[in-house]
């Protein structure tokens, strides 16, 4: 309404490095203290939480611009500005004077967005002498009580739960914001959708096809084997989508281990340990981590330093790694998909050098291992897109509450780690969690599972005649005849019978 977000180049010292950073900007001009805000906090601001922040700040210029006139106070204008959050700004005759037109947001969103907002007002009042917006105050009994609660719950369920210290816990739970944020409704574990197993072939082999090349005899003109293998580090390996954009050629390599199959290696974008064929002045092999392998042999960096929008970019997950090299190893379920990937990879890296020869420049100019037609590293959209459209070759569409959008091959991947009644702990490693937790959405039942469960139960406790089975009560004795002319209600009646 009153700004717009860009993002600048800002140069900090003399070095050539360079920070990309979103600023906001005003009929004032740029908004300087979020600016240096961001500079000083960005090695611990995820790409997730400085678009919030960037995003929180914006909605309260906005509006403070519409509704200046109305406060005089800056923590009831916080406050009241909250409530909109919660509310939204148009009334129920539709309309909304102020011209902000929001709609109501949910109180988890409320609360990130408030708490980045707190945080930044905490940081410009200690920084530049101002009022804080939501200033800290004394706890009330009952908060404190509460605080302590989920400090408990936390240290007893934490790895780490030995190194909490109370005494800074005290300290913590003793002080509130004076803004009181809405409780977030508890819920329990929604099972996600996740990809049809009896349609996966269809998908690889019918779905990913190259059109007009269905009579070629040569396996990588008909298929597109670059998606297809994507497609299988997610739905058999349990990859992210964006995790399998960070594969270097030299990242899949056979598998000593486990003859035939293809061992995958997925390295931290940045802290990863990069391949040998880095030279130092002197030719010798160089050892460094994978940012400065990108920026000294390609002039690039990591896929996660690129903001949302540019093509390079590809996000990563806190995951837990394998090794202090920062790997993981992508474990197949079931195994001969290991094998199968082995097989289409061969054929995939002779496809991929034949495009990267057709290019002008003869050293390559780039070491990502899935490339576009014209060799250049391949994006997210554009698979999201390929995926899309092979879909709708084997009569799908993509849609979350169906199961066929790519993320839905890692839950597909999780389900047929549960199905397997494998350890949890091996759960945990498979899918790269940290938390014992985490996992708790891949693998949780859905409905008809639940239902298929509770059935299986029932004719286990009917058989024992132990009284769990919860016979039908005789509704005749209850005065139902009146009401029930057809006997529905009728313990002996067949068509209840066979519901239950």
Not at 407 to 427: C, E, M, P, S
Request: hydrophobic share 40%.
């Amino acid at each position: 309404m009153t700004h717009t977000v860009v993002y600048y180049k800002v140069a900090r010292d003399n070095t050539g490095i360079h920070e990309e950073v979103p600023v906001i900007l005003t009929e004032f001009g740029p908004l300087k203290p979020l600016i240096q805000y961001i500079l000083k906090h960005r090695h611990i601001l995820s790409e997730s939480n400085l678009s919030k922040l960037v995003q929180a700040v914006g909605l309260l210029i906005d509006y403070m611009e519409a509704n200046h006139e109305a406060f005089d106070v800056p923590k009831v204008l916080f406050n009241t500005f909250v409530q909109r959050l919660y509310s939204g700004t148009v009334g129920v005759d539709g309309n909304d004077p102020s011209g902000l037109y929001w709609d109501a947001r949910t109180p988890p969103v409320v609360r990130v967005l408030v708490n980045h907002l707190s945080r930044f007002s905490d940081w410009m009042a200690q920084e530049q002498g101002s009022k804080p917006l939501n200033p800290w105050r004394q706890a009330t009994r009952a908060e404190e009580q509460l605080a302590w609660a989920a400090w408990h719950h936390q240290k007893s369920r934490s790895f780490l739960g030995h190194t909490m210290d109370v005494d800074t816990a005290a300290l913590k739970v003793s002080r509130a914001r004076t803004v009181l944020l809405k409780r977030n409704p508890v819920i329990d574990h929604e099972p996600v959708k996740f990809f049809p197993e009896d349609r996966m072939a269809d998908l690889l082999f019918k779905g990913f096809i190259v059109p007009g090349k269905q009579k070629s005899p040569r396996i990588e003109e008909r298929l597109n084997l670059r998606d297809i293998l994507i497609t299988m580090l997610m739905h058999y390996g349990g990859l992210r989508m964006s995790e399998p954009f960070h594969l270097y050629i030299h990242d899949v390599i056979p598998d000593e281990a486990a003859p035939g199959e293809a061992l995958v290696k997925v390295y931290h974008p940045s802290l990863g340990l990069a391949p040998p064929d880095l030279r130092d002045a002197k030719g010798k092999p160089v050892t460094c981590d994978r940012a400065t392998y990108l920026r000294d042999k390609y002039g690039m960096q990591p896929r996660t330093d690129y903001k949302k929008t540019h093509t390079l970019h590809a996000g990563w997950k806190g995951n837990a790694l394998d090794s202090k090299q920062h790997f993981m190893h992508v474990h197949w379920v079931p195994r001969w998909a290991g094998e199968l990937f082995w097989k289409l990879w061969v054929f995939y890296m002779a496809q991929r050098d034949r495009i990267m020869a057709q290019r002008d420049r003869i050293i390559p100019d780039h070491p990502y291992a899935f490339v576009t037609r014209e060799g250049k590293p391949y994006g997210i959209k554009a698979f999201e897109d390929a995926h899309a459209k092979a879909l709708k070759r084997i009569g799908l569409v993509a849609a979350k509450a169906l199961g066929t959008t790519p993320h839905a091959h890692r839950h597909a991947y999780g389900q047929r780690l549960a199905a397997l009644q494998i350890d949890a702990i091996f759960v945990k490693k498979a899918l790269h969690h940290k938390s014992m937790e985490s996992q708790t959405v891949y693998t949780e039942p859905d409905r008809a599972k639940l239902s298929r469960a509770i059935d299986a139960a029932m004719a286990r406790a009917a058989t024992a005649e132990d009284g769990t089975a919860l016979p039908p009560p005789d509704f005749l004795a209850y005065g139902f005849k009146d009401v029930d002319p057809l006997g529905l209600l009728s313990g002996s009646n067949p068509k209840l019978l066979r519901r239950n």
